[in-house]
Every structure is written in C-alpha cells, then in structure tokens.
C-alpha cells in the first residue's frame, strides 16, 4: 500500500519481556517519527530519523528504549524488560523532509504489558 | 498559505519575561500539539490539546478552536527555555496527519 505500515498491531508480552516493534514509512519519506499515546493521555513524541540518523535521542522515556532505521526506510523501536508503564499505542509517522512536511501516521500498534 | 502559521518566527527576550507565541492554523483539526526542540536537536512534546487551556510548570498552553488559534505562554522565562518551539495540529481526515509549523526560535538573555 501507498500509506505508513505497522506491526504488530497488537502486541501483549509480559513484564520483562523484550518487543520489537517495526515501521514501514511511505516510500521516499526521508523523515520517520516515533510517538506513544498512553491511555487517557495527549501524544508524546519519542524520537526522529533524518535518514538513518537520529540526532538526539534524548525523548526516548529510558534508555530501555531503542530505535533503530535502515536503509533509509524500515525502523524498529525496541524496548527492553518491558515494564507495566510502557502498555501504550506507539505510532509510527513518516514525511517527506523533515519538519517541513506534512506527518502521515500509520495505524500504531498496541503494546499490552502484562 | 501555511496551513499552520507560527508566530513570531524568531524572539529574542530577557530572562524574567513573559513570553506568548501564537498559532494560527486554516485546517480542520482533533488536536493541537506543541513540541519544544532543544539546540541540540531533540525534542520532546509539551502539550496536546483539543481545548481550553493547560498548564505545566511555567509553560501554559491556551486554544481556541472557534478563531483557529493557540498559544504558548512561558512564565518567568529562564535561558535554559531557549529553543524552537513547534506548532503542530492533527488534521481531522481519515489519514491522521500531522501538520507542523515553521517554528518560532526562542532565546533567552541572562
């Protein structure tokens, strides 16, 4: 398809755990973005690629979160021993450069900590 | 014509100020959000709001979704505040887009 993919897009995993979650941006979209929405809660951004370069990681909320992108295209945000407090929908969006275009989000994918 | 119009693109004020910058937007939207990137490249959201008004510390988000305006108040200013601030509103189509704006590069005197 023409749009942001991701997946899983459920995923429960007990406390502990490691999950790796996966972003197809659209084609040719420079820019991929990473944001979590806990229940009940606004939109938290987490990290950014230009290219395959993330500049600061510094919105990642522990460092048992990482990200990773390559090739300019897929990215995998990993969060390790995942805790109770991480259950959120994380969203994936891509643009075609950064900041000066217009975001378009996948469909997220529910993480579920048991 | 930006869908998302900041302003101003650039203030210069003295620590201890009362700062205010604006957003305008043309867009339907579900949402409003501000986001504050750091001199060294990260960022890290402040506000999310579909109404009224917010608070965190010194930071106050204000919206009005009649006159399709926000704005971002800092109080006490200090130069650790200095930084871009962004504007970005969720459109209300199906795709969920994000939408940013330019911008507004904040910098705070000792």
């Known amino acids: 398809g023409a749009g942001v993919s991701q997946s899983p897009s459920n995923k429960v995993t007990e406390k502990g755990k490691d999950v790796e979650l996966r972003c197809d941006p659209i084609s040719g979209h420079t820019a991929l973005y990473w944001y979590r929405q806990s229940l009940g809660q606004g939109l938290e951004f987490l990290i950014y690629?230009?290219?395959?370069?993330?500049?600061?990681k510094s919105g990642l909320p522990s460092d048992r979160f990482s990200a990773e992108r390559t090739g300019g295209s897929v990215s995998t945000l990993t969060i390790q021993r995942t805790q109770q407090e991480d259950s959120a929908v994380y969203l994936c969006?891509?643009?075609?450069?950064?900041?000066?275009?217009?975001?378009?989000f996948g469909p997220g994918t529910r993480l579920t900590v048991l | 014509k930006n869908e998302v119009e900041q302003s101003p693109q650039n203030l210069t004020a003295q620590e201890g100020e009362f700062i205010t910058i604006n957003c305008s937007y043309s867009v339907g939207i579900s949402a409003l959000h501000w986001l504050q990137q750091h001199p060294g490249g990260g960022i890290v959201s402040l506000f999310m709001l579909s109404s009224g008004k917010k608070k965190h510390g010194r930071l106050i988000a204000t919206i009005n979704i009649q006159e399709k305006h926000s704005s971002l108040h800092i109080t006490a200013s200090h130069p650790r505040d200095s930084a871009v601030y962004i504007c970005?509103?969720?459109?209300?189509?199906?795709?969920?887009?994000?939408?940013w704006g330019a911008g507004t590069k904040l910098i705070i005197k000792p």
């Open positions: 690629f230009q290219g395959n370069s993330a500049p600061d």
């Open positions: 969006a891509s643009s075609l450069r950064f900041r000066r275009d217009t975001q378009y």
């Open positions: 970005a509103v969720h459109t209300m189509d199906s795709n969920y887009q994000l939408i």
